[in-house]
């Protein structure tokens, strides 16, 4: 897992720049004591209100909801949020059928196999100081200065983009905590030694080297405002996410699958950038990190493939519904006590420097249905699942189509968009 943005000028997949995550950040902005500018009475009465939502997460019990319903559906315990202004959030939680656990029970002994087998030992791992000045040595200063002349050259452009990427890097308690909320996978000890567990720890301990080095290199590089990092990291680890699993394994594995693919394109592709602007550390820095995830993908995508195998029904139907709620990314909550839009800012300039764009969500999409032989699913699937099926298989297609007209209309504008200061880059302005 890692980075992670999306398009923000397809309409289709933006990701919530949403009210409701904005009153949150107010909260918190609140509750830190941090710089309010605006005393707007609608904003003051949003920091003041307290939710009566019994929900069962963080991140909702901030919200300035007034209401909640709880509804029981089978298994699924569904939560509606009633916000002042009447809009409606709702949370799905534990929507796997409790015999499907069996299944994951009986998948033990194949994770052991094929699974960990894409963790690489700790002794072989590579770890951040590899990349970095050395403090012991007498030549740290001049390496840190060579490291500064190498950064001098990289555009605020790009040191945006870079910073959101680690930013989302350094947001994994989030992750693990997500993934150990899905049902029969999860680590119920903290040191569980079933497999998924074992998995989900060491996935998170390779994971949290990501943003750690990418975190040291941009400190020593001097190009960046380090404060306003670190507040906007601190922001999105109490934040969380909004993943909708629903503790759903089925749901989790397919995001990660989704999410471990793109981060292994937007770090190849920062890469690629550092490259051509002269910083050949970087380059490797990024390459390092999109191996990794390119590791994780694998591994991921292997669950897919044998749930399909052994599931196809239920699996085909949970990769129609997360792709129907689109695939949250793991920043959509991005704030930095500033900018109420940070996420869509970030997000637009990734795309625009091509480090992640909407083609590669369509590309991604497409690939995993190649890969896990959707379209030539044929027993073994419901009414429901084939129509699933016929909703996936033209889904790609149809993001393209709106990512064309997207851009046609970018096109058809005479001048910049817009321009924003970004506190990561000291308030410099960036084309967005
Ligand atoms: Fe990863
Ligand atoms: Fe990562």
Redesign the pocket.
């Known amino acids: ?2 980075l992670l943005v999306m398009n923000s000028s397809v309409s289709c997949l933006s990701p919530p720049s949403s009210p409701s995550s904005n009153k949150y950040y107010r909260f918190l902005s609140h509750q830190f004591n941090s710089n309010i500018r605006s005393s707007s009475p609608s904003r003051l009465l949003m920091m003041s209100s307290s939710s009566s939502s019994g929900a069962a997460t963080h991140h909702h019990r901030h919200r300035s909801s007034t209401t909640t319903t709880k509804e029981l559906v089978g298994n699924t315990k569904i939560t509606f949020c009633y916000g002042r202004s009447g809009e409606a959030t709702i949370e799905k939680t534990h929507s796997m059928a409790p015999q499907k656990l069996e299944i994951f029970k009986s998948l033990e002994g194949w994770a052991e196999h094929n699974m960990l087998m894409h963790l690489k030992p700790v002794d072989r791992s590579w770890q951040p100081s590899d990349f970095l000045p050395e403090p012991e040595s007498e030549e740290f200063q001049d390496q840190v200065k060579e490291l500064r002349e190498r950064c001098r050259e990289l555009p605020d452009e790009y040191l945006v983009v870079l910073v959101g990427d680690m930013i989302t890097e350094e947001a994994i308690p989030t992750y693990q905590s997500v993934m150990n909320s899905l049902d029969g996978v999860g680590d119920e000890t903290g040191a569980s030694l079933s497999p998924w567990a074992v998995w989900i720890r060491a ?1 998170s301990a ?2 949290n080297r990501h943003g750690d080095l990418l975190n040291k290199y941009l400190y020593l590089s001097g190009r960046v405002d380090m404060k306003q990092i670190e507040k906007t990291i601190q922001y999105l680890i109490s934040s969380g996410m909004d993943a909708k699993f629903e503790n759903n394994p089925y749901n989790g594995f397919i995001y990660t699958s989704f999410q ?1 693919r793109a ?1 292994f394109i937007s770090h190849g592709n920062t890469a690629k950038l550092a490259k051509n602007h002269g910083d050949l550390k970087l380059a490797q820095i990024c390459g390092t990190i999109a191996a ?2 390119k590791r ?1 993908e694998t591994a991921y995508t292997k669950v897919v493939e044998k749930l399909f195998e052994i599931d196809p029904n239920e699996t085909i139907q949970a990769l129609a519904a997360t792709m129907r709620k689109k695939i949250k990314m793991p920043a959509q909550f991005l704030y930095d006590g500033q900018d109420d839009n940070l996420f869509k800012h970030y997000s637009a300039v990734a795309q625009r420097l091509g480090v992640y764009t909407a083609k590669d969500y369509a590309d991604i999409l497409e690939f995993l249905v190649g890969k896990w032989g959707v379209e030539k699913l044929s027993s073994g699937l419901s009414g429901e699942g084939r129509r699933a099926q016929d909703f996936v298989c033209g889904l790609p297609l149809r993001i393209r189509k709106l990512e064309e007209r997207a851009l046609e209309r970018t096109k058809s504008r005479s001048s910049i968009d817009a321009i924003v200061p970004f506190s990561w880059v000291f308030g410099r302005e960036i084309e967005v």
């Open positions: 897992m890692g996935w390779e994971e471990e981060t990794d995830e994780h």
